[in-house]
């Protein structure tokens, strides 16, 4: 089993920036991608960004420019730097890691875009 827990998140002004970081614990050995997804009110959970352990990373079109994944493996941690924020951006963060197999997930962490 692997453990994710995720901080960072808050309430930002249009045009801020946040950085939510996520610690994965116990069976890291699973993991080959680790990334962020996001769900809003009525919406369905997306893909913002997600890097494997080999550093590929893949970006939404909608946060490419403004967002910036990175991945300490030695202290099995994935980081999201948003900057530019837009209330579009409001949403809960969630942190994944994931294998060919398996997908593990965060409890989220809320990001709030105020105009």
């Known amino acids: 089993q692997v453990q994710l827990v995720e901080s960072g998140g808050g309430l930002v002004q249009a045009g801020g920036s946040l950085r939510l970081s996520c610690a994965a614990s116990?069976?890291?050995?699973?993991?080959?991608?680790m990334g962020w997804y996001r769900q809003a009110p009525g919406k369905q959970r997306e893909m913002v960004a997600t890097?494997?352990?080999?550093?590929?990373?893949n970006y939404a079109d909608s946060v490419k420019g403004r967002f910036t994944i990175s991945r300490d493996n030695a202290k099995n941690t994935v980081y999201l730097q948003m900057d530019s924020l837009k209330p579009e951006d409001t949403a809960v963060y969630y942190c994944?890691?994931?294998?060919?197999?398996?997908?593990?997930w965060g409890q989220g962490t809320q990001v709030t875009v105020s105009s």
């Open positions: 994944n890691a994931a294998n060919q197999v398996v997908n593990y």
């Open positions: 890097v494997t352990s080999g550093g590929s990373r």
């Open positions: 116990g069976s890291v050995y699973l993991i080959n991608a």
